[in-house]
């Protein structure tokens, strides 16, 4: 019994202990104690109550019941016995909880009731031990000898008896009957000899027990020279020079032959490999101690192990010595290089860049130093030295077949001729049709199909699309698939090409590309805006890097968002561009391409844009129409101008009167029309554009005095008091206005009046009675024409009044010759541009300014008549100007 067992056997009694102590036990007892119980076995326990019990609890058997620790076992377990004993049948199981208690519900004459415990019992439960098998035993060497310790190893079943169970190993010698006893573990043990018998005959078993039984295995019966195992031996090997394909192997006998006698097993193998090769037992016999290992590859590691046991064949083969190695010697490469080619055509062009290739002899033999290649192209050859170290050699421009030979070199010599033609381009035989592939857990499948005849082989070389590399692999021509392994990467896009070979020629290529196992595109397109517009635009996009790919593209995903709308389109992976259609003006739009390949998707930037308010040509269309629209009206104004010419002449240039040709000298309202015309020099007559009823007023004596003087002055410059005759009345002024009184006169500011007031007696001559002058008016809407703008600058010199208008002396005043009130005269601004005249009151009629003014004497009886003529206006700017008496009277 081991210690763990012990162990466990203690922990179960205390806690027994400790549980018997905690619990009050009355009235009765339970049978069996303290059982062991079998692992899916029937268990029936039994309780019985005393006679005291009986009478101190006032139970029966109807008032007894089991519980496993605090489960209750259901009643329909239970068995009653009699009045006082009740058993309990359950099947044994590891939920079983100790203990399993009876009690009883007690009955007092108080009439009251209580839970009382019986008696109680541990138990402990497990299986029975099993019978061991498959014993054997082995003695090891010691030294030069053999050890005095026998170990033994058997199966002890393959179910745990769960309790304390103990195993013994029997051993009895025949040669003196000696028997050892060893207790042993649950799966081995050991008996130590005094001196190993050999020569004699073992019997041997082992023997197994537990509370729930004893068990012992079947007797093993055997030489002991048969159960001997010896260390394995110690091995040298020796490679010869001049022997580059042999090998020797030397040991040692690890045992004294006094005890046995040994034979040896050699196995071999190039370094690194898994597969060994064995020398055939036959070989080695008779107590050898060399063996010459032939028919290696020279120039290659080799590891030796070697082996042995009894020669009879009886007991066991020693352990493998360990891994002992050696290089062979050189020897010249027996194999040729492998060759071959990658073409790449020129588009438009029947020019081709040859790429060859090639691999190092499979049997070089030694380290090969350098390739020596030869291009043959017709009768023309160009050798090249190549280093060990160059794979691949590039021909540019090739347009002619040419024929290359290659060949490998060491210390020893040169490997055979390696060749490989070229054809012409478009000459290469044909024989492939189709190419497919289909990625596998342990590699590329790559099918093909052909058309016959087969050729010697098919050679299918693999590219990685994104550096470079290259590798390639020689099948059959009888094959038409392969597994492609080796230094594929994942993620990584090949171009796999098949090509038949006829003696040396290779057919017409056909190529597929293909990935060992796609993965999710690391990098998403970026978009970009081609052409914008008002409702649609189109979004261009490349495709990503290779490297990020990972994979084919099954299709391209583009994406548009606005606030809160998020339209979708997928596209084929072919495509490159999409045009977004149906979209609102002026508004901001965000677009992202999404690639997808079968592993899954990657979205690229967003790229944000507003279309455009107008469309194209939109604003082109509205200039147009407007231009047009203002060609139409100033074509049709025009015309309308041409057609209605003299109506639009009569409302913006009304017909002005000439005054040469008017009547109104002929007519007055009180006096009848007098026939004589003025001459020349004499004052013309007023012309106003503004009537104002003045009042009267006296001029001084200063001013009375002055008039005379300055008669021959405006004579001489020719000033009239006419429209026409002075600069005065074709200056622009403001209209005349009464500024001092606001008498009951009137200023008709749209009127043009032209009034001719017809001063009596002549120059000089003051008559005794003067008649009343004559006054004539004539009222025209017309504007003042602008004929005498030149003489502007002569009335601003002389600032004096013009157009002065001559007042009908009134009733009251006749027979009287009133004095010249001169008053102050406000021009007012007409529009853009007024009317300026000069204005002055009507004074007696020998003593007016346009009677003393010298014009040309009428005939004799007669005063001077005054005609209207024309004047004109221009604009003037500023405000108001003002012309007062003062002035007036210094220039008259």
């Not at 053999?146 to 309790?163: A, H, K, Q, V, Y």
């Not at 805006?529 to 979004?539: D, H, N, P, Y």
């Not at 003014?853 to 005609?867: D, I, K, L, N, V």
């Given at each position: 019994m081991d210690v763990s067992h012990i162990a466990l056997l203690l922990l179960i009694l205390v806690c027994m202990v400790s549980h018997s102590a905690l619990i009050n036990f009355c009235c009765g007892k339970t049978y069996p104690e303290s059982p062991v119980l079998e692992l899916g076995q029937s268990f029936t326990a039994t309780c019985v109550l005393s006679e005291d019990g009986m009478r101190e609890t006032g139970a029966t058997a109807k008032d007894i019941f089991w519980v496993f620790r605090n489960t209750r076992v259901p009643e329909e377990l239970y068995t009653r016995i009699n009045d006082s004993a009740v058993s309990v049948t359950v099947n044994v199981t590891r939920e079983l909880e100790n203990p399993l208690k009876c009690s009883v519900l007690a009955r007092f004459p108080s009439h009251t009731r209580e839970v009382r415990n019986v008696h109680g019992l541990f138990f402990a439960v497990g299986y029975p031990p099993e019978k061991p098998d498959n014993l054997s035993?082995?003695?090891?060497?010691?030294?030069?000898?053999?050890?005095?310790?026998?170990?033994?190893?058997?199966?002890?079943?393959?179910?745990?008896?769960?309790?304390n169970t103990t195993y013994t190993l029997l051993v009895n010698t025949t040669v003196n009957g000696e028997k050892y006893r060893a207790a042993a573990r649950r799966d081995r043990g050991s008996v130590v000899f005094g001196v190993y018998p050999m020569f004699t005959v073992l019997n041997i078993s082992v023997e197994v027990e537990n509370p729930l039984g004893k068990?012992?295995?079947?007797?093993?019966?055997?030489?002991?020279?048969?159960?001997?195992?010896?260390?394995?031996?110690?091995?040298?090997?020796?490679?010869e020079v001049g022997f580059p394909t042999s090998l020797i192997v030397r040991w040692e006998h690890p045992i004294d032959e006094v005890y046995i006698t040994l034979k040896y097993n050699i196995r071999y193998c190039p370094a690194g490999a898994h597969m060994w090769s064995q020398v055939p037992p036959s070989d080695l016999v008779g107590g050898i101690k060399s063996f010459r290992l032939q028919y290696l590859e020279p120039y290659t590691d080799y590891v030796v192990q070697v082996r042995c046991m009894q020669e009879e064949g009886h007991g066991y083969w020693s352990e493998w010595s360990r891994n002992v190695s050696t290089r062979m010697p050189e020897s010249e490469p027996s194999s040729p290089p492998d060759l071959w080619r990658i073409i790449t055509w020129s588009e438009g062009s029947p020019e081709r860049r040859v790429r060859l290739i090639w691999k190092r002899p499979v049997h070089s033999n030694g380290r090969i130093l350098g390739y020596n290649l030869t291009i043959r192209t017709g009768n023309r050859s160009e050798h090249v030295a190549l280093s060990s170290s160059a794979a691949e050699y590039v021909l540019e421009k090739v347009k002619h077949a040419i024929l290359v030979e290659l060949t490998a070199y060491n210390s020893e010599g040169s490997s055979p001729r390696a060749q490989l033609r070229v054809p012409r381009a478009n000459q290469e035989p044909s024989s492939v049709k189709t190419v497919t592939r289909q990625p596998l857990d342990e590699g590329l499948w790559v099918g093909w199909e052909y058309a016959p005849p087969s050729p010697a082989e098919f050679v299918l070389d693999w590219v990685s699309v994104s550096n470079g590399t290259v590798d390639w692999k020689r099948v059959p021509g009888s094959s038409n698939y392969t597994v492609l392994t080796g230094a594929l990467q994942p993620l990584e896009r090949y171009n796999i090409s098949v090509s038949p070979v006829w003696q040396g020629t290779p057919g017409r290529t056909v190529s597929t590309q293909a990935y060992l196992r796609q993965g999710r595109p690391s990098e998403g397109p970026s978009v970009?805006?081609?052409?914008?517009?008002?409702?649609?635009?189109?979004?261009?996009?490349?495709?990503?890097?290779?490297v990020s790919l990972n994979g084919f593209i099954t299709n391209y995903t583009v994406f548009c968002r606005t606030e809160d709308v998020v339209k979708s389109v997928v596209l084929p992976p072919s495509d490159r561009s999409y045009t977004l259609k149906g979209l609102s003006g002026s508004t901001k739009y965000v677009v992202h391409v999404m690639v997808s390949t079968v592993a899954g998707s990657k979205s690229g930037l967003e790229f944000t844009f507003r279309t455009l308010k107008y469309a194209s040509g939109e604003i082109e269309l509205i200039v147009v129409l407007v231009c047009l629209g203002f060609l139409f009206f100033t074509v049709l104004t025009v015309l309308l101008g041409i057609n209605k010419k003299e109506m639009i002449k009569k409302h913006i240039w009304p017909q002005v009167p000439d005054p040469s040709n008017s009547t109104i000298a002929n007519w007055s309202p009180d006096y009848p029309s007098r026939p004589e015309t003025p001459k020349e020099g004499s004052l013309t007559d007023v012309s106003v554009v503004e009537v104002d009823v003045f009042e009267k007023k006296s001029l001084g004596e200063e001013d009375k005095t002055s008039l005379p003087l300055k008669k021959d002055k405006y004579l001489s410059e020719e000033h009239s008091s006419g429209i026409g005759g002075s600069s005065c009345m074709s200056s622009p002024r403001q209209s005349v206005s009464d500024s001092d009184e606001g008498d009951s006169g009137q200023t008709t500011a749209s009127t043009v009046q032209y009034s001719s007031v017809v001063a009596s007696g002549y120059k000089g001559q003051t008559p005794g009675q003067p008649p009343p002058p004559v006054f004539a008016r004539s009222e025209s809407t017309q504007p003042l024409l602008g004929s005498e703008e030149h003489q502007d600058e002569p009335c601003q010199a002389h600032s004096y009044p013009r157009n002065p208008y001559f007042k009908r002396p009134r009733a009251a005043d006749e027979g009287a010759t009133p004095p010249l009130n001169l008053r102050q005269i406000e021009i007012p601004e007409h529009g853009s541009g007024s009317l300026g005249f000069c204005s002055a009151e009507e004074g007696s009629q020998q003593s007016t300014?346009?009677?003393?003014?010298?014009?040309?004497?009428?005939?004799?009886?007669?005063?001077?008549?005054?005609?209207?003529?024309r004047t004109g206006y221009r604009p003037q700017r500023g405000g108001p100007q003002a012309v007062t008496a003062e002035q007036l009277s210094r220039d008259y």
């Open positions: 035993c082995v003695v090891l060497q010691s030294g030069k000898g053999l050890s005095c310790t026998m170990t033994c190893f058997w199966n002890p079943g393959e179910r745990d008896p769960i309790l068990v012992r295995s079947d007797v093993l019966i055997l030489d002991s020279e048969d159960i001997v195992k010896t260390d394995p031996p110690k091995v040298k090997v020796v490679s970009k805006l081609k052409q914008s517009g008002k409702t649609e635009v189109q979004l261009v996009w490349e495709e990503p890097p290779l300014p346009t009677a003393e003014a010298g014009h040309a004497e009428g005939p004799a009886g007669s005063a001077p008549s005054y005609m209207p003529q």
